[in-house]
């Protein structure tokens, strides 16, 4: 991704918007939907209303009271909390006015975390240069967090769906095992017929629709400062209110042990920061010490690096027709062909498919593809950045290509291996079975000793 040189629009916006505030929410139970709306007032200027709607299902507890909860209505304000992200970022408040709840010192600098790393690439992109300090002040009302009594619990799984290979396989290992519920937030084709292969239906799964103003999309379009939002961290406290709509306790992610690596080298900016082992680190200290909401998020398939969800993929071959994961084709559920995630997909799936398989899903053959050269540059280190996608990392790129480019023997290779062989990123001595990314287990992970167990019987 290009830089844009926007300091100086950075510090024209911030000194006519000098604050962000979150005004108030609401929440209302009408024609079988919770709506949920949120408040936020920048600088006088503009008010923006961004909304959740979440159909009811027989399943839900304690529907007849769940508006006037407090600790649903507390969950409501958190998602309301990493909504007001988004807005933010247009024009760079230096404050931040909470009105709903008050922050204590520690809340505060926990979101103040988040807004730095989850922002890294915004800031970044936008060549604006400051510590994390001095991002922005938070001042918050003297309204009490309500107290957060010990929820009823089922020991289920709600799995987070977002059409992909890796939400596919945590939801194809776990179903035969645990209870699960699929959660979907804004379905789209690839979402639900992912939940439809695995034998559930929209019906059966927590679904929830967010809209964003469209003030905000047309001061984007009129040339404010835009870019890349932690929108894992919102999914996460969505996650909570799914958790407490449902009663299920455990929450499982489908994010990998390659989230960890930075997207920029010799910086802490990371695409994927809300991915991260910190992230979901820092988050459990969040519900624990400060929500005291005692759920249980982890990623079921944070020990593993892509390479090897892509190894439990390829047997799967059901999920090959629905999974998408291609951000440009997102819109009429479509791999573009064209861009470093669909490269990406491409490569780390070849080491474990044939080419016939591999055309049938992408409807092409990206090896042949010229114009995806400088794509696998990016992608193996021979560029000087990493795309700005969920990716896997440079190691097991190259260890995927070298497998790959074994497997063809004396066999004509593919245009774009064929370039990568000449290139200084192979080595034809290198063992083929790049047996240190093949078998990596990452031990910095939440899962249980027998969701381990789980996980590792699905290796075999």
């Not at 108030?24 to 920048?42: A, E, M, R």
């Not at 290992?173 to 695995?198: G, Q, Y």
Request: proline share 7%; hydrophobic share 40%; aromatic share 12%.
């Amino acid at each position: 991704m290009m830089k844009s040189d926007h300091r100086e629009k950075f510090l024209t916006l911030r000194d006519q918007y000098p604050f962000l505030c979150f005004e108030n929410f609401s929440i209302q139970q009408s024609q079988g939907n919770l709506l949920i709306k949120f408040v936020f007032n920048l600088s006088d200027h503009h008010l923006f209303e961004p909304t959740l709607q979440i159909p009811l299902r027989p399943f839900y507890k304690d529907l007849q009271n769940i508006t006037k909860d407090p600790v649903f209505q507390y969950l409501v304000f958190q998602v309301g909390m990493t909504e007001l992200i988004s807005y933010w970022k247009a024009a760079c408040p230096s404050m931040v006015i909470i009105n709903p709840y008050h922050l204590s010192e520690k809340t505060a600098n926990w979101w103040k975390k988040l807004y730095y790393h989850g922002l890294g690439e915004f800031l970044y992109t936008n060549s604006i240069s400051l510590a994390e300090d001095e991002l922005m002040t938070i001042e918050s009302s003297d309204i009490p967090q309500p107290l957060m009594p010990e929820p009823e619990w089922t020991d289920d799984y709600l799995v987070p769906v977002g059409g992909g290979k890796d939400s596919a396989v945590t939801i194809e290992v776990l179903r035969k095992v645990v209870r699960i519920r699929p959660f979907l937030l804004n379905p789209r084709e690839a979402m639900t017929k992912t939940i439809e292969t695995a034998g559930f239906s929209t019906e059966d799964s927590v679904v929830f629709h967010r809209t964003i103003d469209p003030g905000l999309l047309k001061l984007n379009a009129m040339g404010y400062l835009n870019g890349h939002t932690p929108f894992s961290a919102l999914l996460a406290f969505m996650g909570l209110l799914a958790s407490r709509l449902t009663g299920f306790r455990n929450i499982a992610l489908s994010n990998e042990a390659s989230a960890n690596e930075v997207t920029i080298p010799g910086t802490t900016i990371n695409h994927q920061y809300s991915k991260s082992y910190e992230f979901e680190q820092d988050f459990n200290n969040y519900i624990t010490d400060i929500l005291r909401f005692p759920a249980n998020y982890f990623s079921f398939l944070r020990p593993l690096p892509e390479i090897r969800i892509a190894s439990l993929f390829s047997k799967m071959p059901q999920y090959f027709p629905v999974f998408k994961s291609c951000n440009v084709g997102s819109k009429d559920d479509s791999w573009c062909g064209h861009c470093p995630k669909c490269l990406f997909a491409y490569v780390i799936l070849s080491p474990f498919l044939e080419s016939k398989a591999l055309k049938a899903i992408f409807g092409r053959d990206l090896f042949e593809n010229e114009k995806q050269w400088d794509h696998l540059m990016e992608l193996t280190g021979g560029s000087e950045n990493k795309p700005f996608e969920c990716i896997g990392t440079l190691e097991e790129v190259n260890a995927a290509l070298h497998v790959t480019i074994a497997g063809f023997g004396n066999n004509p290779l593919p245009l774009l291996l064929k370039r990568y062989t000449a290139s200084g990123l192979y080595d034809s001595s290198r063992p083929v079975e790049a047996s240190s990314v093949l078998e990596y287990w990452n031990p910095e992970n939440n899962l249980s000793p027998c969701i381990a167990q789980l996980l590792k019987k699905a290796l075999l």
